[in-house]
C-alpha cells in the first residue's frame, strides 16, 4: 500500500532498546548438544545471543519495559504524550494483561491506549507499519511500538536444529507526527499465508500437534520448526518482497542507504544482499552476535544503526521481515 502525499507525514523521534546481560556462546551449546561452534557458524552466522536470567523473573516483558525506558529517555519525551503502545511479541509471560500494558505502566505513558501484536518475527514491521498508518489518519498522534521476545523461554534445549539460532532481545521505535507528508512510511505491505502455519509452531498441547511432526518428541510450550521449508520460504520471500516494495514505491535500490533484514539466518540475509548486488555496509547485521531475537530482532538492528548515527534525516531506510505464520512484511521509510 503507497502512502498518500497531502496531509501529514510521521518520523521515527528516537529509539530503544535491551539485551540481556547473559552470553549464550556456541561454546557453551557445545557443552549441552551435539553440535560445534564450526557446524552454527558456518550454517547460521552466529556466534553468540544473549539470554536473560530466568531465575530473577526476566523475559519478555522486562526486555520490552526496558526497551520503551530507553527510548523514552533517548528522545527525553514526556511518557504522557505517547497515546499508544504496541508491543509485538510471540513469548508473552502472561497474555493477560499484554506485554504493552505493563511497559506502559513502568515509563507512566497514563494516556496510551496498550496492546499485544502476535506477528512471530514480522511482528515489530506490522508494528511500525500500523503506527504509520494510524499517526497519518490522525487517530492518534505518537506511538510507541515495541518488538520483544525472550525466546530462550521457549526453547528446547535438547533440540540442536532450532536451540541454536534464537537469542533474546528488544527494540522500540518513538513514531510521531510530522508535518512534511513525504516524510515516514512511503510504502508498506503485510502479508501471510497460514497454510504454512506447520513450518514453525509453538504448542501448548499434544493436540495441537500437526501429523507431520508426531513421530519426534514434543516439549509443550517450545517452538517447533522445520529448518529446511523456512530457510526455503525465507531465500525467496526477502527478494520478493523488497522487489515489490522498491517497485511499488517507485524507489530505486541505489537509493536505499540501510536495508534492515530481519535477523534470521546470516546466509539468508547474504543472499538477499548478494541478489540485490548491495555492499555489506548498507545492509545491516548483528545475527552474530545477538542471534536471532524474533520480533526483537528489527527493533534492535534500527536502535543500534540510529545510536551509530547511521540513520540520517532524509535518507530511505527499507525494513524487512518473514516469520510463523507463515508471515513477511515490509516498510520503505524516508526517516
Ligand atoms: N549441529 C550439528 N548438526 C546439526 C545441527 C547442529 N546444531 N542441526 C542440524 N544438524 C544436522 C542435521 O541433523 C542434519 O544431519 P543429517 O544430514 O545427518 O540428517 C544436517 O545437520 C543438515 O540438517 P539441515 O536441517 O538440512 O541443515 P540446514 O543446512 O538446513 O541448516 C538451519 C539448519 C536450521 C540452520 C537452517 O535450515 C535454517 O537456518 N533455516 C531457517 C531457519 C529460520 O530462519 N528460522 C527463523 C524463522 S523467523
New binding site residues.
Given amino acids: 500500500m503507497t502512502m498518500p502525499p497531502e496531509g501529514h507525514g510521521t518520523r521515527i523521534l528516537g529509539t530503544g532498546s535491551a539485551t540481556p546481560e547473559k552470553v549464550l556462546s556456541n561454546q557453551d551449546l557445545e557443552q549441552i ?4 561452534d564450526e ?2 557458524r558456518q ?2 552466522g552466529i556466534r553468540t545471543r544473549r539470554v536473560v536470567d530466568q531465575s530473577t523473573g526476566a523475559g519478555t516483558i522486562s526486555l520490552a519495559c526496558d526497551a520503551l525506558e530507553n527510548a523514552v529517555a533517548n528522545t527525553g519525551i514526556d511518557p504522557l504524550e505517547i497515546d499508544l503502545i504496541i508491543c509485538a511479541t510471540c513469548t508473552q509471560e502472561m497474555t493477560c494483561p499484554s506485554a504493552a500494558c505493563r511497559a506502559q505502566a513502568r515509563v507512566g505513558a497514563f494516556n496510551a491506549a496498550a496492546f499485544d501484536l502476535a506477528a ?2 514480522s511482528g515489530y514491521v506490522y508494528g511500525i507499519n500500523i503506527a504509520d498508518t494510524l499517526i497519518r489518519q490522525g487517530r492518534h498522534k505518537t506511538i510507541a511500538v515495541i518488538g520483544a521476545d525472550a525466546m530462550s523461554t521457549v526453547m528446547d534445549y535438547s533440540e ?3 536451540s ?2 534464537f537469542g533474546d532481545a528488544a527494540g522500540a521505535a518513538i513514531i510521531t507526527r510530522d508535518e512534511n507528508p513525504e516524510r515516514g512510511c512511503i510504502y508498506q505491505n503485510l502479508g501471510a499465508d497460514g497454510r504454512g502455519w506447520e513450518c ?1 509452531y509453538m504448542p501448548r498441547r499434544e493436540i495441537d500437534v500437526p501429523e507431520s511432526d508426531k513421530e519426534t518428541p514434543i516439549r509443550l510450550g517450545c517452538l517447533r ?1 522445520n ?2 521449508e ?2 526455503k520460504f ?1 531465500v525467496k520471500k526477502f527478494l520478493s518482497v523488497i522487489e515489490t516494495t522498491l517497485q511499488e514505491a517507485n524507489i530505486s535500490i541505489d537509493d536505499v542507504s540501510q536495508l534492515i533484514c ?1 535477523q ?2 546470516l ?2 540475509i547474504e543472499s538477499a544482499r548478494e541478489r540485490l548486488g548491495l555492499e555489506k555496509d548498507r545492509v545491516y547485521v548483528n545475527i552474530d552476535r545477538v542471534g ?1 531475537s ?1 520480533s526483537g530482532s528489527i527493533g534492535l538492528c534500527l536502535d543500534e544503526l540510529n545510536q551509530a548515527g547511521r540513520i540520517r534525516e532524509g535518507e530511505i531506510v527499507l525494513m524487512v521481515a ?3 505464520g507463515m508471515t513477511w512484511a515490509s516498510s520503505l521509510w524516508r526517516v
Fill in positions: 548438544l551435539d553440535t560445534s557446524w552454527i550454517r547460521t512471530a518475527c540442536r536444529s532450532v541454536i539460532l514453525l520448526m529448518g529446511r523456512v530457510f525465507a530481519h534470521s539466518n546466509r539468508i536471532n524474533s518473514f516469520g510463523g
